[in-house]
C-alpha cells in the first residue's frame, strides 16, 4: 500500500521580492509623486509610462532619468518634493490582496524570504510597520545602504546573509530592474504584470514566468518554488 504524497521539495531555498509594484500597490502613487515633484520645481513632467519606468530605482537614479533636463544640483529640491507627496499619501496604500496569505504559505514550507527594494531604509521600515509584517522576512536591503538596482550587490549581500547559493535563489519582480538584478547575480527570476512595467518589457530577460496577479504568483511558486 502506497503511504501518502508528499509535496515536492522546495527548488529555490531562499525567495527575494520586490516591495513597490510586487507586493505593494504603490505604483500609480509613486508616479503620480514623480509627476507631481516635477511640476513643482518647473522641470518638464514624465509621461505616466515615464514615471512608472523608473520605479525601483533608487530614488536619485529614478529622479534623474524622470527628469533628465534638470540640473543635478537640483536634484536634491527634487527628492524633496517627491518625498513630500508621498509621505502625504502613503498611508492610502495596501498590500496586494493574498500577499499576507502567500508569505507565510512560504515561510511554512521552509523557504527564507526577503526584500530588495529601491526604497529607503526609512521608507521600507515604515511599510512594513504599516502593514504589520515585521518578522516575517529574514532580511532585507535598501538602495540607500547598499548598490542601487540593478548593481547585483543588493542581492548577492542577501544570499551571503542567508546562506543561500545563486541556484538556490529566486528573484520576483515588476521591472526590469529587478530582472536585471537578477541576470547580474546570477539567480533566477521571475517577473509579476500587474505592477510598474508592462509584459512585453520582459521580452529578453529570460524569467521563469510571467504571472499576472498574486494568486497565479502564489500558484507558480507552490507548483515550481
Same mark, same amino acid.
Given at each position: 500500500?502506497?503511504?501518502? @504524497?508528499?509535496? %515536492?521539495?522546495?527548488?529555490?531555498?531562499?525567495?527575494?521580492?520586490?516591495?513597490?509594484?510586487?507586493?505593494?500597490?504603490?505604483?500609480?502613487?509613486?508616479?503620480?509623486?514623480?509627476?507631481?515633484?516635477?511640476?513643482?520645481?518647473?522641470?518638464?513632467?514624465?509621461? #505616466?509610462?515615464?514615471?512608472?519606468?523608473?520605479?525601483?530605482?533608487?530614488?536619485?537614479?529614478?529622479?534623474?532619468?524622470? &527628469?533628465?533636463?534638470?540640473?543635478?544640483? #537640483?536634484? %536634491?529640491?527634487?527628492?524633496?518634493?517627491?518625498?513630500?507627496?508621498?509621505?502625504?499619501?502613503? !498611508?492610502?496604500?495596501?498590500?496586494?490582496?493574498?500577499?499576507?496569505?502567500?508569505?507565510?504559505?512560504?515561510?511554512?514550507?521552509?523557504?527564507?524570504? &526577503? @526584500?530588495?527594494?529601491?526604497?529607503?531604509?526609512?521608507?521600507? #521600515?515604515?511599510?512594513?510597520?504599516?502593514?504589520?509584517?515585521?518578522?516575517?522576512?529574514?532580511?532585507?536591503?535598501?538602495?540607500?545602504?547598499?548598490?542601487?538596482?540593478? !548593481? %547585483?550587490?543588493?542581492?548577492?549581500?542577501?544570499? #551571503?546573509?542567508?546562506?543561500?547559493?545563486?541556484?538556490?535563489?529566486?528573484?520576483?519582480?515588476?521591472?526590469?530592474?529587478?530582472?536585471?538584478?537578477?541576470?547580474?547575480?546570477?539567480?533566477?527570476?521571475? &517577473?509579476?504584470?500587474?505592477?510598474? !512595467?508592462?509584459?512585453?518589457?520582459?521580452?529578453?530577460?529570460?524569467?521563469?514566468? @510571467? @504571472? !499576472?496577479?498574486?494568486?497565479?504568483?502564489? &500558484?507558480?511558486?507552490?507548483?515550481?518554488?
Amino acid at each position: 500500500m502506497s503511504g501518502p @504524497v508528499r509535496p %515536492p521539495a522546495p527548488r529555490f531555498d531562499l525567495i527575494v521580492f520586490d516591495w513597490d509594484g510586487t507586493l505593494f500597490d504603490s505604483t500609480a502613487l509613486i508616479a503620480r509623486c514623480i509627476q507631481a515633484a516635477c511640476a513643482d520645481v518647473g522641470t518638464p513632467v514624465p509621461s #505616466d509610462a515615464a514615471a512608472r519606468h523608473v520605479i525601483g530605482l533608487g530614488l536619485q537614479d529614478a529622479l534623474a532619468h524622470a &527628469a533628465p533636463a534638470l540640473a543635478p544640483r #537640483d536634484y %536634491p529640491a527634487l527628492g524633496a518634493r517627491f518625498r513630500h507627496h508621498y509621505l502625504a499619501s502613503q !498611508h492610502e496604500l495596501v498590500l496586494f490582496d493574498g500577499v499576507v496569505e502567500l508569505l507565510h504559505a512560504l515561510a511554512r514550507r521552509g523557504h527564507r524570504l &526577503a @526584500v530588495a527594494t529601491g526604497k529607503s531604509r526609512r521608507g521600507l #521600515d515604515e511599510a512594513l510597520g504599516s502593514v504589520q509584517l515585521r518578522g516575517v522576512f529574514d532580511a532585507t536591503r535598501t538602495a540607500d545602504e547598499t548598490h542601487p538596482k540593478p !548593481h %547585483p550587490r543588493m542581492l548577492l549581500e542577501l544570499m #551571503d546573509e542567508l546562506d543561500a547559493a545563486p541556484g538556490r535563489t529566486l528573484m520576483i519582480g515588476d521591472t526590469t530592474h529587478d530582472l536585471q538584478l537578477a541576470a547580474n547575480a546570477g539567480t533566477a527570476s521571475l &517577473a509579476v504584470s500587474y505592477g510598474a !512595467h508592462e509584459r512585453q518589457a520582459f521580452d529578453g530577460f529570460a524569467p521563469l514566468a @510571467v @504571472v !499576472h496577479g498574486v494568486p497565479e504568483l502564489a &500558484a507558480w511558486l507552490a507548483a515550481h518554488g
